[in-house]
Nanobody
Framework: QVQLVESGGGLVQAGGSLRLSCAAS????????MGWYRQAPGKQRELVAD???????NYAESARGRFTISRDNAKNTVYLQMNSLNPEDTAVYYC??????????????WGQGTQVTVSS
């Protein structure tokens, strides 16, 4: 009952930038936190960054200083600005949202993923 639609992935050269967006829709009562995770081939999915409804952020060490997560609560949208990209950032990036639907049941929803490829 909660859907996430991601956009903004693509191919970029090392040193370049990309901005990912993720919009949540559906029977949303609240979004407690939204975040970005990534999964590279042969590796486990890992947290990149997340942000609470109050704006508290958390970054993976690999993302700190290069990536910035932000959200627009009015639009139920989270963004990930990625700068100084390197080939190790190549992965499928997944959006995640957690909160309550209008019946006060909890949800923990994933987007379909968007490919980010950084060429050297």
């Amino acid at each position: 009952q909660v859907q996430l639609v991601e956009s903004g992935g693509g191919l970029v050269q090392a040193g370049g930038s990309l901005r990912l967006s993720c919009a949540a829709s559906g029977s949303i009562f609240s979004i407690d936190a939204m975040g970005w995770y990534r999964q590279a081939p042969g590796k486990q999915r890992e947290l990149v960054a997340d942000i609470t409804s109050g704006g508290m952020t958390n970054y993976a060490e690999s993302a700190r200083g290069r990536f910035t997560i932000s959200r627009d609560n009015a639009k139920n949208t989270v963004y990930l600005q990625m700068n100084s990209l390197n080939p190790e950032d190549t992965a499928v990036y997944y959006c995640n949202a957690r909160g309550l639907i209008i019946t006060f049941r909890r949800y923990d929803t994933w987007g379909q993923g968007t490919q980010v490829t950084v060429s050297s």
